[in-house]
């Protein structure tokens, strides 16, 4: 059964960069990898998705290497009201598999 | 537009008690999902259903039933609650954008079983 695995936790300083990681090494063919963000006592919501290479968006870059077995989510000059929770989501109900995928979450704590 | 609501927000149950909780979503997605997160675990998939009538066992289903009798509700259901349970309830739902499903989430239902 595939497996996503994200770093538990990342510190940074408010003005720098992020780049959070997931491993996904049985990644299937036609699997997308979706990246959500978490604010205590919500629920998730939509980050950035992507299936090769790199997307970026108004909020994030998602970085894929040509294997797809790991994503790299960048957040560019991080705040502290980007202190959350991150997960990867790999697959969906449509894909060969039907799997959803999720990390267990990175907490991004942003320090001033 | 209200996107995914979620009712209750809160509940306390005692063992071996019975509720359902309840996810409605306005957007006329045609998938809905339900999952539970706890520390540590991230979030794992119970159930779900790609359309109105049909529901299908996710990751962890044991001790948890669902019905989709409308397409904009999906109910959840704990039949004899047990404090293994004990965890915070999310619904999400989605289009049927293949394979691309972008979730929606509601705010949670935190359940406690003593």
């Known amino acids: 059964l595939a497996k996503t695995t994200q770093p538990i936790s990342m510190d940074s300083y408010e003005g720098q960069e992020v780049n959070i990681t997931c491993s996904h090494n049985?990644?299937?063919?036609?699997?997308?990898i979706t990246w959500y963000q978490q604010f205590p006592s919500q629920g998730p919501r939509f980050i950035i998705q992507?299936?090769?290479t790199k997307v970026t968006n108004e909020v994030a870059s998602l970085f894929i290497p040509a294997d797809r077995k790991s994503s790299t989510l960048s957040l560019p000059r991080v705040s502290l009201s980007d202190t959350a929770v991150y997960y990867c989501l790999v697959g969906s109900l449509s894909s060969n598999t039907g799997k959803l995928i999720f990390g267990q979450g990175t907490t991004l704590q942003v320090k001033p | 537009n209200a996107g995914v609501t979620q009712t209750p927000k809160f509940r306390v149950l005692k063992t071996g008690q019975s509720m359902t909780l309840l996810c409605a979503q306005d957007m006329n997605h045609e998938y809905m999902y339900w999952y539970r997160q706890d520390p540590g675990m991230g979030l794992r998939l119970i159930h779900y259903?790609?359309?109105?009538?049909?529901?299908a066992k996710g990751e962890v289903p044991d001790g948890y039933n669902v019905s989709r009798l409308k397409k904009q509700n999906f109910l959840l259901g704990l039949e004899s609650a047990a404090p293994s349970q004990t965890s915070v309830y999310f619904c999400?739902?989605?289009?049927?954008?293949?394979?691309?499903?972008?979730?929606?989430f509601g705010p949670g239902t935190r359940l406690l079983v003593l």
């Open positions: 049985n990644i299937a063919t036609n699997d997308y």
């Open positions: 259903s790609v359309g109105e009538g049909t529901t």
């Open positions: 992507g299936y090769k």
């Open positions: 999400a739902s989605s289009r049927r954008d293949s394979p691309t499903e972008t979730q929606y």
